[in-house]
């Protein structure tokens, strides 16, 4: 049976989130498609909050979510208030959720973005602050990216290629978490390091005007053991 995962994408609609150089709910719906493409890739069955820009309650999201029964589940968003670097947030009960958190930094820092830490936060009762982190059924974590409003952190998100690159990181951490090697970085098959039976590699070591000297040679590496043998050309 494939593994599960649910993609919550932060913000959304009338909902812009945090806003600086770049409108936060744009950028995360960038980076959920491409951890969830990455993912599918590989086997995994994704159910993403929300595939376009409309208005996506945090409430329906982690309905949803506990609906679809994933394995673990990820909230993709990006940061604001001038700070530097990723983070990303795990349950205060550690476990699973907090070996996804950890898996998915080593991914981020891996395509150059430095890390503020792996993460919990209480709430005034001592319990998980974040709602999808404390209300949702599986092992959960929020990931934010990068800060929006700050310009030397949007230098390693300014292209939708960069923005790509932290949801194909996040999606790597999730895989690892999960105990899937990615096929894209397993399936490399070359006639260098996998034997075909079907080819065979020619060596020529002479070329002759006159048929004799080509004899004479044919005759001399057939003693030594070669499987030798003349081809004629125009």
């Known amino acids: 049976m494939a593994k599960k995962v649910f993609i919550g994408v932060g913000h959304g ?26 993912l599918v ?11 376009k820009d409309e208005n996506d309650d945090l409430k329906e999201e982690i309905a949803e979510c506990n609906a679809f029964a994933p394995d673990l589940a990820i909230d993709v968003h990006n940061n ?3 700070g530097d670097g990723f983070e990303v947030y795990h349950s205060i009960k550690g476990g699973l959720g907090k070996t996804m ?10 395509i150059g973005q430095n890390s503020r830490g792996v993460k919990t936060r209480k709430n005034d009762s001592g319990k998980d602050y974040y709602g999808f ?10 990931a934010e990216g990068f800060f929006v409003d700050r310009a030397s952190d949007y230098e390693i998100a300014n ?14 951490g999730i895989l690892k978490t999960l105990g899937i090697t990615p096929k894209t ?6 006639t260098d390091t996998v034997p075909k039976k079907d080819i065979l590699y020619r060596v020529q070591i002479g070329a002759f005007a006159e048929r004799a000297n080509a004899e004479k040679l044919e005759a001399e590496l057939k003693k030594k053991g070669y499987d030798a043998f003349i081809v004629s050309e125009k």
């Open 13 to 38: 609609g009338a909902d812009p989130g945090a806003e600086g150089l770049v409108a936060e709910k744009t950028v995360n719906l960038v980076m959920a498609r491409a951890c969830r493409d990455y």
């Open 41 to 51: 890739k590989n086997g995994v069955e994704v159910k993403m909050s929300r595939e």
């Open 80 to 82: 604001s208030g001038g």
């Open 101 to 110: 958190a950890e898996n998915i930094e080593a991914e981020v820092k891996i």
């Open 133 to 142: 982190i404390r209300q949702t059924k599986a092992p959960a974590v929020i």
């Open 159 to 172: 292209t939708e290629s960069k923005q790509k690159a932290f949801g194909t990181a996040y999606a790597k």
């Open 185 to 190: 970085e397993n399936a490399k098959e070359s």
